[in-house]
């Protein structure tokens, strides 16, 4: 999953240094799906704002754009640095470390 992000995100940035992100997002109306993978749903998260931008671009070409957000879902996850730090390791996991 991180690899496919990191391709994504490489993908975007190459097509906007050259001025040519229209170019990617352009062409017949589509359906878009974002998924916003990051767990953590402060604001100022790279991923939350990336997401943001390739939305606001793909609707503005005119594609059909739904977003995602894995942080608003609401399943157990841990999902900040400090509830990974707070949280007591299950007894399965200590044993092997």
Known sequence: MLVLREQVVNLLLKYHQRGRLND???????????????????????????????????????????????????FPALRTKSEYESIATCETVARRV
């Open 24 to 74: 990617l997002l352009s062409g017949a109306s589509k359906r878009v799906l974002i998924i916003d993978g990051h767990p953590d749903p402060a604001p100022q998260r790279y991923v939350h704002a990336l997401a943001a931008a390739y939305a606001k671009e793909a609707m503005s070409v005119g594609h059909d754009v739904r977003t995602v957000i894995v942080a608003n879902l609401t």
